[in-house]
Structure formats: C-alpha cells, structure tokens
C-alpha cells in the first residue's frame, strides 16, 4: 500500500504553492465530528475524499491524526471560480468573513490563483500526506483501485448522486463510508437523506447522521 500512495503522487506532482493566498474556507454543513471520532477511534491509514474544494475538510481531517494519508479526488475545474463569485453576499460566506472587502477578495483569488493552487495552498504543512487526485468521481475510482489503493475511510461531499456509494461499496467493500449533503435541499426532499438511506437498505447498513453529516456502519 505505501507503494500505492507513491504511484499515485507520482500522477499529480504537488505544485508550487509559493505566494499563493490560502483559503480555509469550507461548504461542509455540520455534523463533521462523527468523521473525527472515525478518525482518532478507528485510526485509519488511508482515508478517501471525494469532493474536496478548498480542502478545508481535508485539513481538518489530516490535522487530527499525524499517521493519517488523505486521498483527495476534485477536478477542480474552473466551475469553481464562477461558483465562488456567487459566493460573495451569501450567507455562508458572509459568516466566515463579514466584510465584504474580503469576500471580494476570496473570489478574485480563485480566479487569479485557480481553485486547485489555492486549495493546495491551504495543505500547507501537510504534503506528505495529502494526494490530489484531478479527476471524476466515479470515472477514476477503479484506476485508484487498480494503482493498489485500499482506503479504510471513505468521505463522500461530490455530486449528491449514487454512483460514488455504490462504486466506491463495490470496491472497497470493507471501508467505512461517510459524507456530507444530509441536510441538503429540503424543498427537494433531502436527495441525499434518500440516496444513502437507498443505500443503507440495499446493502445492509444503519446510518447516523447530524446535521450534514452521515456515516454507514454495517447492521449486525
Ligand atoms: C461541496 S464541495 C466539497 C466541499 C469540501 N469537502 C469542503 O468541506 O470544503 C464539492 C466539490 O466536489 C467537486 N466535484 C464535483 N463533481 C465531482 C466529481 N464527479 N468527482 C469529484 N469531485 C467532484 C467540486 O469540484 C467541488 O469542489
């Protein structure tokens, strides 16, 4: 498995993240401590992140256990940057930097410096253990598979839809599968409260969630 993470970092060589403005801004929506306790309970090696934006989760993740390598998967494409200038007067922005002068700011950076140096550059401190990986979900998890990649953690906070369960179950039945969206659209009927709780029966898992967070744990 060492050998895996090498092959891997070897497919998207860190960038040179000098003089490029971090931002540890997040869209996760609450809940997060149940992946931490994961985390510092479990002990896991190799966690997988599907969906990683700015990286503030994988910090977050990657801070709490110094023996823990997170796999990030984003295609940090430039959706990103018109995404983030929507951002701008919105509540979730407007709450971690009330002034608008920084707002402005948080979204010309990720035009100038691009999504995927900016979120590097949040990792500063961590890149021995962090492995981007610029592709789709769920296109690319077979090739991680095949490079040898056995994760024990999955985190999931991409498109919201199936496949990334589903896809990610049938390769690493044995990984623990979480993610973020529990709480997402409720004027569209919780799409991904259905999505997993689909899952969840189909396979035979119980699922607990908090606010936006949800974790599979395999029924007895
Ligand atoms: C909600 S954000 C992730 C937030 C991040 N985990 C955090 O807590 O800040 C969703 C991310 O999924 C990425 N994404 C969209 N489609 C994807 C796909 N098919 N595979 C992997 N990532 C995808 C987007 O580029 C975006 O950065």
Redesign the pocket.
């Known amino acids: 498995m060492p050998h895996a993470l090498e092959t891997l970092r070897t497919h998207t060589p860190w960038p040179d993240t000098e003089g490029v403005r971090a931002w540890d801004?997040?869209?996760?929506g609450g809940g997060r401590e149940l992946v931490d306790e994961i985390i510092l309970t479990g002990k896991p090696k190799v966690m997988l992140?599907?969906?990683?934006?700015?990286?503030?989760?994988?910090k977050r993740w990657l801070s709490l256990d110094p023996d823990l390598t997170v796999v990030g998967?984003?295609?940090?494409?430039d959706?990103?940057i018109e995404q983030c200038k929507r951002y701008v007067g919105r509540p979730g922005l407007t709450r971690a930097y009330p002034d608008m002068e920084t707002q402005e700011q948080f979204a010309r950076d990720i035009e100038t410096q691009g999504?995927f140096l900016t979120a590097l550059a949040n990792l500063k401190g961590f890149e021995d253990r962090f492995i981007p990986v610029r592709?789709?979900?769920?296109?690319?998890l077979p090739a991680l598979k095949d490079a040898g990649l056995e994760p024990e953690l999955i985190?999931i906070?991409?498109?919201k839809k199936a496949d990334?369960l589903e896809v990610s179950h049938a390769l690493w039945p044995n990984a623990r599968i979480t993610g973020?969206?529990w709480h997402w659209a409720r004027t569209k009927g919780y799409p991904m409260r259905r999505t997993v709780n689909d899952f969840a029966d189909k396979h035979g898992f119980t699922v607990t969630a908090d606010h936006a967070t949800w974790v599979l744990t395999p029924a007895k």
Do not use: N
């Not at 992140?49 to 994988?58: K, M, Q, V, Y």
């Not at 998967?73 to 494409?77: G, L, R």
């Open positions: 801004y997040t869209l996760g992140e599907i969906g990683c934006f700015l990286c503030a989760s994988a998967i984003d295609p940090w494409d959706g990103l999504p592709a789709y979900s769920p296109d690319v985190y906070d991409a498109t990334d973020d969206d």
